[in-house]
C-alpha cells in the first residue's frame, strides 16, 4: 500500500542532491590543485599506448608480485624518455604504456626483458670526485658502511665498503647528451645517443687485456676517468643505454641513488640464474636484516669459482645499467647459497630482495597491440564522440518532449543534472585513481543516456497505467513511483552486474566502455531517485502543470474518468 502523497516531502530529496553537487564540485574546484576538466585518453588528445603481454618460458600465468616488478622496472625506462604525464598500469597480464602527445614513440620498443646481471667491480669512485681521483678504493676520511657476502649464516668478517649510499644512482648518461630534446627525440637520435654511450661507456679497453703491460693498464685507467667525467649521476638524468647495454663488454655506471660511479666488467653470472632471493633478520650472527640469496645449479657453480677467486673483490648487481648492490667478498661460497649484510634497514632488504628475486626472472613481453593518434586525430574523434552524444541527447529530448510534454522536459532537466554529476567524478577519478576518458568512454556513457531515458519511461508508463485505472494524476505518482521503482532497480542491477563483468572479463579499451557504463547506471539511480521522482511529485501537486495541456496525459485521463463513471454506474445498477 503506497503511502499517502503528503507524507512524501520532495525539498529533502532536492536538499540531498544538492549536498552532493556541492560537495563533488568543492572537491573539484579546491582540492587536488588540477585542472578541473576530465583527464583525456590518447585516443582523443593523441599520444602512444603500447600494450604488453606478459609471458613465461613454461606458458604458466605469471605471478602478480612479478607483474608488479616488471611495471616497475618499465615505469623507470619511460621515465628516461624525459616526458611528462606517461604511465604504466597492469591490465590482467598485460603491461599498458602510455604516452601524450608526440613523445611516445620510444614506447614502443620498452618492452624488453630487465636485464639483471652481476660483474666484476674493477673501480669505483663517488660521483663528485674531481678529476684524476685515485680509483678503486675507498677515498681517505669517508665512511665506511661494511656491506659484504658471505655464506649464509654469516661466516666471514664483512669487509670494508666505499661510502654509504653505494649501490645506488637515478639515471645516467654522458654530460655532453643530457639534453632533453623538446619533442622527445626521433628514432635515430636515440640510436645515436646510444651508440655514442658504448663507445665511451662500454669501450672494451676500459679493461687492460694485460694487466701485467703498464701502457695498457695506463690506457685503461685515462679511458676509465675519460667515462667517468662523462657521466653523469644526477638524478632525473636520462640513461640511453638502459635496456640497451651490452652484457659480453665493461661498463660505467652509477648506484642506483647516484652516489657511485662504477667500472664494472662484463656480466660473468645473468640474472636469470637467481634463484630466489628474501630479506630477513639477522638475531643469531647480529648482522641485522640481511639478504639470503640462491642461484641454480649452473649459477651456483659459476658463483663459486668466481668467489672462490675473487676473495676481497666486489661483485655488482646490476640491473638496467644501475648498480643496485656492490658487497665485498669475504670468503669463497660454494653451492651458491649467499648472504649479502651490510648498513639495512627492513625496507632497504626487502627492496634489494624484491629486486634480485623478480629482476632476474626471465619474465618477457609480447607487444601484443601498439597504437599511435596525433592530436590532430584526437581532438577530431572527441569532436565526433561530442557530436554522436549530442545528437543521441537531441534525439531523446525530441521524443521525450513530444511524447510526455511536461514529463518530457522533466527528463530534460534530470539528464542535464544526471551530465553535472558525471563530469565532476569523471574529474575526481582523474586525479584519484588516474582515470582516463577514452572514446570506449564515450560511447559507454552515450548507451547509458538510453539506460537513464528507460528508467524515466518505466515511471512514465506506470504513472499512465494507474491514471487508466481511473486515479487521477495526484493520485497515480505515488502508486505508480512504488511499482516503477521495483522494476527500475531490477533492470539496473542487472546492467552494472553486466558491466561489472565485462570490466572483469575484459581488456584494453573494453574496460572504458564497462567502467563508464557501470559508473552511468549507478548515477541514474541518484538521479531518478533523489530528482525525477521528486520533480514529477511536484508537478502532480501544482492544478496549472498537472493540466491535461501541460502534461499531455488528457487521453489516458478520459479513459479513467469513463472507467470511473462506468464503475460508477455498474455500482448503481447492482443496487437497484
Request: glycine share 12%; charged share 15%; aromatic share 6%.
Amino acid at each position: 500500500m503506497a503511502p499517502p502523497a503528503g507524507q512524501f516531502r520532495p525539498g529533502r530529496y532536492f536538499a540531498f542532491f544538492i549536498a552532493i553537487a556541492a560537495a563533488l564540485y568543492s572537491l573539484v574546484f579546491f582540492t587536488g590543485g588540477g585542472d578541473p576538466t576530465p583527464k583525456l585518453g590518447i585516443d582523443l588528445k593523441g599520444g602512444t599506448r603500447v600494450t604488453l603481454t606478459a609471458r613465461t618460458p613454461d606458458g604458466s600465468e605469471p605471478s602478480r608480485d612479478q607483474l608488479q616488478q616488471a611495471r616497475e622496472i618499465i615505469q623507470n625506462r619511460v621515465n628516461g624518455i624525459g616526458v611528462s604525464g606517461a604511465e604504466v598500469v597492469l591490465d590482467g597480464s598485460n603491461v599498458v604504456i602510455t604516452v601524450p602527445g608526440q613523445e611516445g614513440e620510444q614506447a614502443k620498443t620498452l618492452g624488453q626483458t630487465a636485464k639483471l646481471g652481476i660483474r666484476k667491480v674493477v673501480a669505483v669512485q663517488p660521483a663528485g670526485a674531481a678529476p684524476g681521483q685515485q680509483q678503486g678504493q675507498p677515498q681517505p676520511g669517508q665512511q665506511q658502511p661494511g656491506e659484504g657476502t658471505g655464506e649464509q649464516g654469516g661466516q666471514g668478517d664483512p669487509t670494508t665498503e666505499p661510502p654509504a649510499g653505494e649501490g645506488s644512482g637515478g639515471g645516467s648518461a654522458p654530460a655532453a647528451q643530457q639534453q632533453d630534446d623538446g619533442d622527445g627525440g626521433d628514432t635515430d637520435e636515440v640510436a645515436q645517443r646510444i651508440q655514442q654511450a658504448k663507445q665511451v661507456r662500454q669501450n672494451p679497453d676500459l679493461i687492460p687485456a694485460d694487466p701485467s703491460d703498464q701502457r695498457e693498464v695506463q690506457a685503461a685507467q685515462m679511458a676509465q676517468q675519460r667515462a667517468m667525467n662523462q657521466l653523469s649521476c644526477a638524478p632525473g638524468q636520462i640513461d640511453p643505454l638502459t635496456g640497451n647495454d651490452d652484457p659480453d663488454r665493461p661498463l660505467v655506471a652509477c648506484g642506483d641513488d647516484g652516489a657511485q660511479k662504477y667500472v664494472l666488467g662484463p656480466v660473468f653470472l645473468p640474472g636469470t640464474q637467481i634463484e630466489t632471493a628474501s630479506a630477513v633478520y639477522d638475531s643469531q650472527q647480529g648482522n641485522g636484516w640481511v639478504v639470503n640469496l640462491s642461484f641454480n645449479d649452473r649459477g651456483g657453480r659459476t658463483w663459486a669459482d668466481f668467489t672462490s677467486a675473487n676473495v676481497g673483490e666486489r661483485a655488482a648487481f646490476v640491473l638496467d645499467t644501475e648498480v643496485v648492490s656492490a658487497p665485498s667478498i669475504n670468503q669463497a661460497i660454494a653451492g651458491g647459497d649467499t648472504q649479502i649484510y651490510g648498513d639495512f634497514g627492513q625496507a632497504e632488504a626487502q627492496n634489494l630482495a624484491d629486486v634480485l628475486k623478480y629482476g632476474s626472472l626471465p619474465l618477457s613481453f609480447d607487444s601484443s597491440d601498439a597504437t599511435t593518434v596525433s592530436a590532430t586525430l584526437g581532438l577530431a574523434t572527441l569532436e565526433a564522440g561530442l557530436i554522436a552524444g549530442a545528437v543521441g541527447l537531441a534525439l531523446v529530448f525530441v521524443y521525450c518532449l513530444f511524447y510526455y510534454r511536461i514529463l518530457g522536459v522533466l527528463t530534460v532537466l534530470s539528464l542535464a543534472l544526471s551530465a553535472m554529476i558525471i563530469y565532476a567524478v569523471l574529474v575526481l577519478l582523474g586525479r584519484w585513481i588516474g582515470y582516463t576518458l577514452d572514446i570506449a568512454g564515450v560511447v559507454g556513457f552515450i548507451v547509458a543516456i538510453g539506460v537513464t531515458a528507460d528508467s524515466f519511461v518505466v515511471y512514465f508508463e506506470r504513472l499512465k497505467d494507474e491514471m487508466r485505472e481511473g486515479r487521477t494524476f495526484r493520485s497515480a505518482v505515488p502508486r505508480g513511483w512504488v511499482k516503477a521503482r521495483r522494476t527500475i532497480l531490477a533492470s539496473d542491477a542487472v546492467m552494472f552486474l553486466a558491466a561489472v563483468v565485462l570490466y572483469v572479463l575484459a581488456v584494453g579499451e573494453v574496460k572504458g566502455f564497462a567502467f563508464t557504463l557501470g559508473l552511468s547506471t549507478v548515477l541514474d539511480l541518484i538521479v531518478v531517485f533523489l530528482i525525477t521522482h521528486p520533480l514529477v511529485a511536484l508537478v502532480a501537486k501544482s492544478k496549472k502543470l498537472s493540466s491535461p495541456r501541460l502534461s499531455g496525459l488528457g487521453a489516458v485521463q478520459r479513459i479513467g474518468s469513463s472507467r470511473r463513471t462506468a464503475n460508477r454506474l455498474g455500482t448503481a445498477v447492482k443496487e437497484a
